[in-house]
Every structure is written in C-alpha cells, then in structure tokens.
C-alpha cells in the first residue's frame, strides 16, 4: 500500500501559490500592525525621559513618601510638583486645596512636606526615623 502512495503522482500543487499569497499577506499584517500599533515610538525612552523635568533636573519618586501614591503623585505633579524639593517648598494649604479639588479631602499634605523636606537633603535616617512615626502620612498621637 505504501509502495502505491509512492508510485501515485504528488498532491495538486496547482494551488500552491495561493497558500504562499495568503501567507504573505498575513506577515504584510502583522509587519504593519507593529509598525502602527498605539504603543508610542517614544515610549522607549521614557524611563529616560521621565527622569527628567524642568531645568533639567531629575524626578523623584515621591511615592516613597508615607501617604503619596500613584493618583496624588499625579495631582502633585499637575501642580508642578515633581521633586522632594519642590514638595518641601510647596505650601501645605495650596496643596490642600488641589487635593480637595480632585477629590482627594481626606489626605493630608503636613507630613508629606515634613519627608520631603528631609528626603530633599538627603537625610534618608531622618526620612526612615519619621516615616515610622506616621500612617498614611499623618503623624500617629
């Protein structure tokens, strides 16, 4: 039987073409999917260039600030707030009221200027000592 399949002509590869056309067309898609997806070409070099802001100076982190996270480091950030330094120059009651403004009453910016001011000079200790005096930013009576 095997030795009949053998002897038998090939497949009809007439149609051949067709499934390299097809497969083409499919690598044509994804080449151009790639090229044109929503994912931004500049977002290689975002870690780059979101390290940097004004002035050219870097960034911080300022969720390693007891109480800031992700959605007050974006208002802090509106307001231009994007260094412990500015945090430890900025005004306690500007940054209420854009807090209170975005929907964020319930937080308090006292202690968070309080770190910032001792993360801006460098003195991690200081920052270490304080934060363990506070829960979610406000100091703990």
Request: charged residues 25%; hydrophobic residues 45%.
């Amino acid at each position: 039987m095997f030795a009949s399949f053998l002897a038998a002509e090939g497949p009809n590869t007439g149609l051949l073409w067709l499934l390299y056309a097809g497969l083409a067309f499919l690598l044509l898609v994804i080449v151009v999917g790639w090229l044109t997806s929503p994912v931004k070409r500049e977002q290689v070099g975002v870690r780059h260039e979101a390290s940097k802001v004004r002035g050219g100076k870097s960034a911080d982190d300022l969720t390693k600030i007891e109480g800031v996270g992700p959605k007050v480091r974006k208002v802090l950030k509106g307001m231009g707030i994007e260094t412990f330094d500015d945090l430890a120059r900025a005004k306690a009651s500007e940054v209420q009221e854009t807090l209170n403004a975005s929907g964020l009453q319930m937080m308090n910016p006292e202690g968070w200027i309080d770190q910032a001011k001792l993360a801006a000079k460098g003195d991690w200790a200081g920052f270490d000592k304080l934060q363990r005096k506070l829960k979610g930013g406000r100091r703990v009576k």
